[in-house]
């Protein structure tokens, strides 16, 4: 089991940029798929971005490709993602996830992801 911990979230004004970290601990991320999820008020959980071990391969939800980018920094266990241009249907409070098993897994499926974060808001004021 890995502890995940989000920071970055705050106060963004249309159309700008955000860095979003989320720090593991208790055991170690490399080898395991991480990912961010959001929650919108009234809404479900969605996908966002995943990434898989080692960084080899990514996956964006469709209406987020070219805007967001994930990255992972294994020797600091720790998966960053990159907000530009951000709009106000951007705001949501953003989850850091980490796949149960190692190695390869569907990285947009929530499923497969065991240990998730608590949170942080992301507000994007017009």
């Known amino acids: 089991q890995v502890q995940l911990v989000e920071s970055g979230g705050g106060l963004v004004q249309a159309g700008g940029s955000l860095r979003l970290s989320c720090k593991g601990s208790?055991?170690?991320?490399?080898?395991?798929?991480m990912a961010w999820f959001r929650q919108a008020p009234g809404k479900e959980r969605e996908f966002v971005a995943g990434i898989s071990w080692a960084g080899y391969n990514t996956d964006y939800a469709d209406s987020l490709t070219g805007r967001f980018t994930i990255s992972r920094e294994d020797a600091k266990d720790t998966v960053y993602l990159q907000m530009n241009e951000v709009k106000p249907e951007d705001t949501a409070v953003y989850y850091c996830?980490?796949?149960?098993?190692?190695?390869?897994?569907?990285?947009?499926?929530?499923?497969?992801?065991?240990?998730w974060g608590q949170g942080t808001q992301v507000t994007v004021s017009s």
């Open positions: 996830a980490a796949a149960s098993v190692p190695y390869s897994i569907e990285l947009n499926v929530a499923g497969n992801y065991a240990d």
């Open positions: 208790g055991r170690t991320i490399t080898n395991y798929g």
